[in-house]
């Protein structure tokens, strides 16, 4: 019904940066919150920071100053800028919406992107 692509992951050195993005596609009428979670080995997945509509931003307390997370209502994508990256950032990062699909404009759904992988080391 609803896909998402994230993309922008890779290597890089600790104090270097990063851009996310989330390409979402397919049966959407309305995209409410937009949010990255990230996840590492053994641990579960957690909440990195959300966006709403309106482009109201919430941040987990650790990233707050350095990531900064955006959307192109227009063009349904979701972006996050990581920047100041310290190892301990180092996880599968995934894109997450709330979605009012086309189909079953009564209730919203929740999707989630196959995730990218940000490594951060020397």
């Known amino acids: 019904q609803v896909q998402l692509v994230e993309s922008g992951g890779g290597l890089v050195q600790p104090g270097g940066s990063l851009r996310l993005s989330c390409a979402a596609s397919?049966?959407?009428?309305?995209?409410?919150?937009m949010s990255w979670y990230r996840q590492t080995p053994g641990k579960q997945r957690e909440f990195v920071a959300h966006?709403?509509?309106?482009?109201?931003?919430y941040y987990t307390d650790s990233v707050k100053g350095r990531f900064t997370i955006s959307r192109d209502n227009a063009i349904n994508m979701g972006y996050l800028e990581m920047n100041s990256l310290k190892p301990e950032d180092t996880a599968v990062y995934y894109c997450?919406?709330?979605?009012?699909?086309?189909?079953?404009?009564?209730?919203?759904?929740?999707?989630w992107g196959q995730g990218t992988q940000v490594t951060v080391s020397s």
């Open positions: 966006i709403t509509r309106s482009h109201d931003a």
């Open positions: 997450n919406v709330e979605v009012q699909t086309k189909s079953e404009r009564g209730r919203v759904q929740d999707f």
């Open positions: 397919g049966n959407i009428f309305n995209i409410h919150t």
